[in-house]
Structures are given as structure tokens and as C-alpha cells.
């Protein structure tokens, strides 16, 4: 991706964060990223696109950061498991994704069906994980309740607790390997 497509995007994000989805205006971002109009909607012709851009870059990078530690592991029972967890962890700190999903959500739903097409196919892989798919389960449904605490502000652990979490739900997937 060329630069001028990651400060737009980078924009949008920032334009949703800190001022809300309805603010996402085609002006305001190419404003934010310091082009003009023109110049966006030469890389993103329409305010649909532009946010489909924004799911796409988040979800792919996502997806490939599971992909990544599936590859790394030598570990085969429970690798997709641990890669989701740890994965998943790690972006909580990215408020990227979250206005991603919210402009998704908020303009067009219909726009999330990539990342949920990706999403049905990781799960596939997590009950078939060689692992017991209720421990699989539970560690998915852990870290997604503790990846949108945190994304909607709603009471979120302290980082010391969350990786006593994490590492709690790393050892159960590792728990009869």
C-alpha cells in the first residue's frame, strides 16, 4: 500500500476516534492527510470505498498477524488457538480497527462481510484445532469479551491483569497437549 492510501486511512481512523463516525467526510480526511479532494478520491472514489479500504487494511493485517504465529508454531495442537488469543491481544491497543468497524457498521454493514467470511474460516480452524473445541471456545469467547471491554471503555483490566488472562488462557489450551 503507497503512502498517500495509509495517511488517509490513518486519517479516517483519526477523524472517527476523536470525533465520531458522522464527522467522516470525505473533505475532512483529505484535509486530516494534507491533500485535496481530488487527491482522495483518486485512490478511494467514493466515501464507501474509502471505509471498505479501511476494513480491508485492518482485517488483513489482522488475519495475517494470526497467519503468522499458525506458521511460527511447531506446536500442531492448539496453535490456531494461541495464535487467536495472542493476536487478538495484541490489538487491543490498536483503536485503528474499532473505527474501522464502527464507520462499517454505521454507513454500510454489508462491508464487514470480507472480514466475516474470514472470520467463519478461523473458526473452522479453532474447533479443529486438535484441542477439546470447548476449551477452544471458551478462549475465543474470552479474549473477544476482553478485546470489547477494552475497545468500549467498559472497565478495562489493568495490563497486569491482562496478561494474567492471556497467559491463564494460554495454559489451558496448552493444558493436555
Known amino acids: 500500500m503507497n503512502e498517500k492510501k495509509k495517511s488517509l486511512l490513518a486519517a479516517a481512523s483519526e477523524i472517527v ?12 480526511v483529505a484535509q486530516r492527510a494534507g491533500l485535496s479532494k481530488g487527491g482522495l478520491l483518486y485512490h478511494y472514489p467514493s466515501k464507501e470505498a474509502l471505509i471498505k479500504g479501511m476494513v480491508e487494511n485492518w482485517s488483513n493485517n489482522y488475519f495475517e498477524s494470526i497467519l503468522s ?5 511447531t506446536t500442531e ?14 490489538d487491543i491497543d490498536n483503536n485503528k ?3 474501522s468497524i464502527m464507520a462499517a457498521m454505521f454507513y454500510n454493514p454489508d462491508l ?3 472480514f466475516r467470511q474470514q472470520y467463519d474460516h478461523l473458526l473452522n480452524q479453532l474447533t479443529d484445532d486438535g484441542i477439546d473445541p470447548v476449551k477452544a471456545t471458551i478462549a475465543r469467547l474470552s479474549i473477544d469479551g476482553l478485546w470489547f471491554s477494552e475497545m468500549l471503555g467498559m472497565k478495562p483490566l489493568s495490563k497486569e491483569l491482562q496478561t494474567q488472562v492471556i497467559n491463564k488462557l494460554i ?4 493444558e493436555d497437549e
Open 17 to 28: 476516534e476523536e470525533e465520531g463516525v458522522v464527522k467522516l467526510t470525505l473533505e475532512a
Open 112 to 114: 464487514l462481510d470480507d
Open 69 to 73: 504465529l499458525v506458521k511460527d508454531d
Open 171 to 174: 495454559d489451558m489450551i496448552q
Open 97 to 99: 480497527h474499532l473505527s
Open 77 to 90: 495442537q492448539g496453535k490456531w488457538s494461541r495464535a487467536y488469543v495472542t493476536s487478538t491481544y495484541s
